[in-house]
């Protein structure tokens, strides 16, 4: 009987884990699988759709069963075969289920005027029917957005701390139209005694499926328009442009290219010009001219980096970042910076911190900065949907590596030691409490399910016997025994020795046969002898067998398989498959006969 096994440090398995049997025991009752209830794979032609549809119903049609018991069973089986055809037998429709699921199959309707429409124009639609639809629900989510940085000076001591420089900002975004969305910010800050502040309109506006634009201005002096702009390109790029235009200044402009390299890592291309902080007065000196090349990546199935180095006419730096999770709920970050000019070295500066998941919607961290001429700075942040808050405490005017060490490595060695003592064995001990929970919650569908396979399994007999009958008189295709659930097998590796090959196969099958708990696996023989057509069985991949007509779930939340014995021209063969593997029969691989 399987289990599900995680490291002692790590609960993202079982998480993920818990996650999609939640969505499961939502599934339990709701639309099924129409390319698992048809057994047809996910790139099937609309003729073979339409081959199977017209296979099963005339096997579950009402009107071939006689009592009314029967039919009702039939009639059950039959309004979900129907349901499913009536899907994937539209074009529309499908493009439709294959992005949004059921859900987007009454949009399909909106599609029937446009006959001139591909089935990719189709799918392109409800593609972005479902952007549309995410970006909806994140908006119902986050309607506004703020962020506050308080930064404190405790050089000397915390008794001696004293406020530096207060900065607030908020925004809230409101749907104007159907497309264009307003977003109105304010910001103020205060340092030194002195401070300033502005409040900001800005109105987006998509400019069809791949590009947007947006502009904002501010109701305060001074007045400085600015202008961005977005594209998707071809091949996986993405370019957009930023231009900035100040009362007597000349504009600063900002245009970014950025490109998937691979699955998991982007490069980007940021060229400026012009001073990005031209209104100010007097005029700041941050992002001036010049240009940045950046690498973005993922290392390994945990860590992923971020390296820039960027040359500008008064001076260039070169940063790495570099993220390691320790589990699903806990980061580390450590990262370095230099800094020069035509003048010489300016800085070299390094940060440590760590990041965590306090909850589903809310993060929180530490992070200490350091560097030859920045001195010491820590930051403690927190995040919950779209607000932030910030508190950088100034430790230190220069270099302390005491005050580094304090400040750092002692916050992560508690963080740490916390988070693997006491954090991640709580999280693992409520996650499996939840999932012994899912599981016996889903003890009560099982009865139902059972049931339901059973009777349809009762109406496929009849096909079934009459197939098997004549397989054996002409030593076809003859289905002897079929398990489906939780069998203890594994997969057979690849083995160019044939014989070694077989014997691995036949070891799998036998442990199946031999461990098969039956209220973990149950029989579809009858079922999977119904389906075999012309001395043949092709079951599609991509979607659970659970859906098939004769099965169901017999173990909830343990990763399932199909076990098939079979007998072809006089020779047994045997079959172990996943869940969601195809399967076709007869093949000369599995057999075992001598």
């Not at 199977?52 to 039919?71: G, I, K, T, W």
Request: proline content about 4%; hydrophobic content about 45%; overall charge positive.
């Amino acid at each position: 009987m399987h289990t599900t096994t995680t490291t002692d440090g790590d609960v993202s398995d079982d998480e993920t884990l818990l996650r999609d049997l939640e969505q499961r025991a939502r599934d339990v009752d709701g639309p099924a699988d129409h390319y698992g209830v048809l057994n047809v794979a996910r790139s099937a032609s609309a003729d073979d759709v339409r081959d199977a549809y017209r296979r099963l119903s005339r096997l579950f049609h009402p009107d071939r069963h006689q009592s009314a018991e029967r039919r009702q069973w039939a009639q059950q089986q039959f309004h979900l075969i129907q349901r499913a055809y009536e899907v994937l037998g539209s074009p529309a429709a499908r493009a439709a289920y294959d992005v949004l699921g059921d859900e987007g199959v009454p949009l399909a309707r909106t599609a029937v005027g446009h006959k001139i429409e591909t089935a990719r124009d189709l799918q392109a639609r409800f593609e972005r029917e479902a952007r549309r639809r995410r970006v909806e629900d994140i908006e119902q989510l986050v309607q506004s957005r703020s962020e506050a940085v308080a930064t404190v000076s405790c050089v000397g001591g915390l008794r001696r701390a004293a406020p530096q420089q207060l900065a607030l900002s908020h925004s809230f975004a409101a749907a104007l139209g159907d497309s264009a969305t307003a977003v109105v910010a304010a910001h103020m800050f205060s340092r030194g005694g002195r401070g300033g502040g502005n409040v900001t309109a800005t109105v987006r506006r998509p400019l069809g499926a791949s590009a947007w634009a947006s502009l904002a201005a501010p109701l305060l002096p001074p007045h400085v328009l600015t202008l961005e702009a977005g594209r998707q390109l071809r091949g996986d790029a993405y370019a957009s442009a930023r231009v900035t235009q100040a009362p007597r200044r000349a504009p600063a402009a900002t245009l970014t290219l950025s490109r998937m390299l691979t699955a998991s890592a982007a490069a980007a291309l940021t060229v400026r010009t012009g001073s990005q902080y031209a209104w100010a007065e007097p005029p700041a000196a941050a992002e001036p001219s010049g240009v940045a090349l950046s690498l973005t990546a993922k290392h390994g199935a945990r860590g992923d980096f971020h390296v820039e180095a960027a040359a500008g006419r008064q001076q260039s730096h070169v940063t790495a970042k570099y993220t390691h999770a320790v589990d699903a709920r806990l980061a580390l970050v450590a990262g370095a910076t230099v800094t020069a000019s035509a003048r010489g070295l300016h800085d070299v500066a390094c940060r440590v911190g760590l990041r965590a998941a306090v909850s589903d919607w809310t993060t929180a961290g530490w992070r200490v900065d350091f560097g030859l001429a920045s001195g010491v700075v820590a930051t403690l942040h927190v995040r919950r949907l779209g607000h932030r808050l910030r508190l950088p405490l100034v430790l230190a005017p220069g270099l302390d590596l005491g005050v580094v060490a304090a400040a750092a490595l002692a916050p992560l060695a508690v963080a740490l030691a916390v988070n693997t003592a006491v954090l991640a064995p709580r999280r693992r001990r409520l996650v499996r409490q939840r999932l012994a929970e899912l599981r016996d919650e889903q003890l009560a569908q099982l009865h139902r399910l059972k049931r339901r396979a059973e009777e349809a399994a009762r109406l496929m007999a009849p096909q079934a016997e009459r197939s098997q009958r004549a397989a054996r008189a002409a030593a076809g295709l003859v289905i002897e025994r079929a398990l489906y659930g939780d069998l203890p097998f594994a997969t057979a590796a690849q083995n160019s020795n044939g014989v070694a090959a077989a014997l691995d196969a036949a070891a799998a099958s036998l442990a199946a046969l031999a461990h098969a708990d039956e209220p973990r696996a149950c029989d579809v023989t009858v079922p999977l002898a119904a389906l075999v057509a012309g001395d043949q069985l092709v079951i599609a991949a991509g979607a659970s067998k659970r859906f098939l007509p004769g099965f169901y779930d017999p173990a909830f939340g343990a990763p399932k398989a199909l076990f098939v014995r079979y007998s072809f021209r006089g020779a047994v063969h045997e079959a172990v498959v996943r869940d969601d593997e195809a399967l076709a029969i007869p093949l000369k691989a599995h057999s075992i006969t001598a």
